[in-house]
């Protein structure tokens, strides 16, 4: 296929006065749309539920922004059973087909961006630049999948013994059952799914119980794309009431999940028990949660550590797996820094992000907030909060405010993922010290070191336990293809999504020998 060269999506430019009008547009028209209701897909068939789930605006929770289907049991077994069924024709669909149908999937997203913006600004909170980057990250999974898949259609080169010819080539596995986090509602689950489906693998797809009406626009898409009727298959429900259904049925063939660790685990727990019927391992693909570090050793840019710090922190509440949670400070550089860090992070204006100049938006939902408002609570016998109140009533808003809290490093706040926007700031006595404390954790998502130092950079290069490291820069918002993304221990089972490993996690490698 004659395909250009892979790039990433573009950002919008803000400073943009007609961008910035197509934006206000695309919320008035969306606004418009706020209340619909949206039911599951399954082999193609709308299909209704007796409950349904309510999503909510979290910056203004009374406003209603759609109601969906809330699939049980029933649902969920028809969605393996019209997976299982459409597999066959799907797993022998030619790639390309496949890829193009993937390709298109692109081009709809880039048409109704600015739609897509607006759905992440009224369900996910999003301010417009971070649902921006997000809609622009699930595009770039869609061309850069498409664009592995055709890399890998022939399999890959082995060596073949003479008089012999030996291949080495991949196929679909099955019936992938994918699990999304609210976070990165677009993006995410358009990425879990395109790697299954672009594979040849039959999908039920399900979004988070905070964010089905995002799903439901995605699904909506590669429907009009072209993804056969029930090759994938839209379930929206509560992980607690379908979750364990779907992971432990014996249809299920794998599971790509990307949330918190504790459902990880339980996903990984269920999933390695045999059930009859059950015919092979279930693979679990699992991207997880992360207390992330960022180093400042005492040759660093203190004025762009502080900058990033507080980007890497706040970006979108803080409720990024990548977020920067802690900032280890060399002692000698630690006054300085925390004072940058606390002035930059006051001018950031908290709001409901439907207004351009907000950059901290709500959190999520109420248990959230009541999880976050925990966790503040926790940290003022800690530590000593330097910036940041006490969260206000929930019903206005699930706002939290900046909050930087100064604490030893075996602080809960210092340990757990908290998900808010609340960063730790531990004082170091030298690098060594501050790499110990970076590692010193379960998790080993992302990291990041400020330094001006060869040595240290290298060590870093070299000890950092941390799937994403970055270097004098901030520590999110990975790039697909540049980028590839997925953490260590805690943190999931060392995917990277967006990279050149990622499809064949999603195919079964095959040798076939022929002797002349
Ligand atoms: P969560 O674990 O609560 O939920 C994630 C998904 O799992 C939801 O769709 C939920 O319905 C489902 N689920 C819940 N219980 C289940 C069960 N028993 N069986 C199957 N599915 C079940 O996580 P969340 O609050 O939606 O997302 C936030 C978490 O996700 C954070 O911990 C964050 O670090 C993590 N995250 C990780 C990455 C990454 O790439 N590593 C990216 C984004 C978010």
């Known amino acids: 296929m004659g395909l250009v060269p892979y790039e990433n999506e573009k950002y919008q430019d803000w400073s943009d006065a007609k961008v910035r009008e197509k934006m206000r547009a695309a919320l008035s028209t969306v606004g418009g749309r706020l209340g619909r209701s949206y039911p599951a897909i399954i082999g193609g068939k709308r299909v209704e539920t007796d409950g349904e789930i309510v999503s909510v605006d979290p910056s203004e929770p009374s406003r209603v922004v759609g109601r969906t289907a809330r699939a049980t049991e029933r649902e969920a077994d028809m969605a393996l059973e019209t997976a299982t069924n459409a597999f066959g024709t799907w797993s022998r669909t030619a790639p390309e087909a496949r890829a193009r149908i993937m390709l298109r999937a692109a081009a709809i997203m880039r048409r109704r961006k600015f739609e897509l913006l607006a759905w992440e600004v009224y369900e996910g909170g999003k301010p417009w630049s971070e649902a921006d980057a997000q809609v622009a990250e699930a595009i770039d999974f869609l061309e850069y999948y498409a664009r592995e898949m055709l890399r890998l259609k022939d399999g890959i080169e082995v060596y073949s013994v003479p008089g012999e010819e030996s291949r080495y080539s991949y196929m679909p596995m099955g019936v992938g059952v994918v699990i999304a986090p609210w976070n990165f509602p677009t993006a995410i689950l358009t990425g879990m799914a395109s790697a299954a489906l672009v594979t040849g693998n039959a999908v039920v797809m399900k979004p988070s119980e905070f964010t089905p009406v995002t799903g439901a626009i995605v699904a909506e898409i590669f429907e009009e794309a072209g993804v056969p009727d029930g090759v994938m298959s839209f379930l929206p429900g509560y992980g607690s009431e379908v979750g364990d259904y779907l992971v432990e049925d014996a249809r299920t063939r794998f599971i790509s999940f990307t949330g918190s660790m504790r459902t990880g685990l339980r996903i990984n727990e269920l999933a390695a028990r045999q059930i009859p019927r059950q ?89 959230q907030f009541e999880k976050v408002a925990g966790y503040i609570e926790a940290g003022k016998g800690e530590g000593e909060r330097v910036l940041g109140g006490d969260p206000g009533d929930p019903e206005g808003g699930y706002f939290v405010e900046p909050t930087v809290f100064e604490v030893e490093r075996d602080a809960t706040v210092a340990r757990e993922e908290i998900f808010g926007p609340v960063l730790s700031i531990i004082k170091a006595r030298d690098f060594d010290e501050a790499l110990s404390i970076a590692n010193d954790s379960p998790y080993g998502l992302t990291g990041g070191v400020y330094s001006k130092n060869r040595e240290h950079l290298e060590r870093a290069r070299q000890e950092f336990k941390a799937g994403n490291v970055y270097f004098n820069r901030t520590i999110t918002g990975a790039l697909v293809g540049v980028q590839p993304f997925g953490g260590f221990g805690m943190s999931g089972t060392d995917s990277k999504a967006g990279g050149p490993d990622y499809l064949p996690l999603h195919m079964l490698a095959r040798t076939v020998v022929e002797r002349f």
């Open 279 to 367: 015919r092979w391992i279930k693979r679990v693909i699992a991207e997880m949660g992360g207390k992330d570090a960022m180093v400042i050793d005492d040759s660093a840019d203190l004025d762009s550590a502080a900058a990033d710090i507080v980007k890497s922190a706040y970006g979108y509440s803080g409720q990024k797996c990548s977020a920067a949670s802690r900032a280890i400070l060399h002692a000698d550089v630690y006054d300085d820094v925390l004072a940058k860090v606390v002035e930059r992070a006051k001018a950031l204006k908290i709001g409901a992000p439907e207004a351009a100049e907000v950059n901290v938006g709500p959190l999520i939902s109420e248990p």
